[in-house]
């Protein structure tokens, strides 16, 4: 009964008559993981994480075992960015359940953000040999591939880019309209020497999201690595047709322009920024 009344509460943005309806009750009954559970989510609603967190422990105090509280504590952490006590939590669930997605692309995401890459991957793995159809488990799954590559690039496995390519053909395939998909698509392209593909989708991306600083700059940096200052120096120069002024987009710019032998541009465009 009073999940519904809270649930009400919420849904007519009144959070703290939900807070004080469930705080009635922890007087009542301070024993009860429920309520504290509750008042943890209604807390997480109103985006003190921190106060959430430690409504969660409550209930846990009371049940260690206490599914719900857990998986919130969990989600909490996860959205807070603190990846790390969000594994520690995750690791505490029965490992016997079947929660499947979102959890399980959730926590293999935990374990990519504090350093187990090879485990994230095989979560990853996992979950599209149980559902191909899942778009972020192979985005997910090409991220490691990356990180593989971004952090040793001289000694990765041969193959490790291009796995990563087919894991993000996958994933775009599923969700084309997914920026960050395209985005890392684009990167991985243009680290593999495809730049006229990696180009096509950088062009796709300045059509669809031209206010986004990142399109701009990551495509000058996929040209500048191919050895391309000058097509770098002309990328920046749209760019700043549609988001005039940018300080940062001002100074890549004047850099591609410096290595691009036009020093006038590059002085006028720092004077700028």
Not at 5 to 29: C, G, M, S, T, W
Not at 125 to 138: G, I
Not at 140 to 155: F, H, K, Q
Request: charged fraction near 25%; proline fraction near 4%; aromatic fraction near 12%.
């Amino acid at each position: 009964m009073i999940d519904s009344i809270v649930h009400f509460y919420l849904e007519k943005d009144l959070p703290a008559n939900a807070a004080e309806l469930v705080q009635r009750h922890i007087d009542a009954d301070p024993y009860n993981g429920a309520y504290w559970n509750t008042i943890g989510q209604i807390y997480r609603h109103l985006g003190l994480n921190e106060k959430a967190i430690w409504a969660f422990d409550f209930s846990l105090a009371i049940d260690e075992h206490d599914l719900a509280a857990l998986l919130n504590k969990f989600e909490t952490q996860y959205e807070a960015g603190d990846y790390h006590g969000a594994r520690e939590t995750f690791s505490a669930v029965d490992k016997d359940l079947a929660l499947g997605q979102p959890y399980t692309n959730m926590y293999a995401w935990t374990l990519y953000e504090t350093g187990f890459v090879k485990e994230a991957r095989n979560m990853y793995r996992d979950t599209v040999n149980e559902d191909p159809e899942d778009a972020e488990a192979w985005y997910g799954m090409a991220l490691t591939y990356m990180r593989d590559v971004e952090e040793n690039p001289s000694t990765a496995p041969a193959g490790t880019l291009r796995a990563a390519l087919l894991c993000l053909q996958k994933a775009v395939l599923l969700q084309p309209e997914e920026q960050q998909y395209r985005m890392l698509q684009a990167e991985a392209l243009g680290l593999d020497g495809h730049v006229m593909e990696s180009n096509e989708v950088y062009i796709d991306l300045s059509k669809r999201f031209p206010l986004d600083p990142e399109v701009w700059t990551e495509w000058a940096w996929m040209l500048r690595n191919n050895g391309n200052d000058e097509a770098a120096a002309i990328v920046l120069s749209k760019s700043l047709e549609h988001i005039a002024g940018n300080p940062e987009l001002l100074y890549f710019y004047a850099a591609a322009c410096f290595r691009s032998h036009q020093p006038g541009a590059a002085i006028e465009a720092l004077e700028q920024a």
